[in-house]
């Protein structure tokens, strides 16, 4: 039976982000810090390496609403937030002898090392705005815009650069 949403709900993602804070330990995860903010409350557990590997961090989130839509800019921002900008993870798609799927929780695996990097992934910052040749893109909020964010000429100009490398 699918349940009814209230018709008092609103919409979280339009509520102001707010820092996250350090919460009670929960007794059924002994091993993660637990911070809420706003919009998600997430679990933080540091693992050390078992394989010769780097340190991990795990986060485990939600939305506070429960939904299933957590968006990329979101995703990024608590990463940033709660380990740093600078360390890079992944959201693992796994093998299906692997993957759990129980409620809309997300997990990203983050190395705990801000000078690592993945042997894949893009090699600079590219981030904008602007919506070109039927690209949809949402725009910064004034109090996130980053500095480097590129103008609809900036990307034009970039994307024409790319092509002629191609060529």
Known sequence: ??????????????IPWTPFVRCEQDPRDPESEIYLNSRYQVHLRRLKANDGG???????FRRLDREIFVPYRDRMRIKD??????CE????????????????????????????RFPFGFTKRVVTE????GA???PWPDSEH?????????????LQQE???RS
């Open 89 to 116: 993870g992944v959201e693992l798609l796994p093998a299906r002898s692997r993957e759990v799927d129980t409620s809309n929780q997300f997990h990203a695996w983050i190395i705990d090392d801000p000078t690592f």
């Open 1 to 14: 039976m699918k349940r009814k949403k209230p018709s008092h709900t609103h919409d979280l993602l339009s």
């Open 146 to 158: 980053p500095a480097d964010c590129l103008s609809e000429e900036e990307m034009r100009a970039l």
């Open 130 to 133: 602007v919506a070109l040749d």
């Open 54 to 60: 780097p340190d991990l961090i795990h986060l485990s």
């Open 81 to 86: 937030e709660l380990i740093g900008p600078e």
């Open 136 to 138: 949809r893109q949402e």
């Open 163 to 165: 092509k002629r490398k």
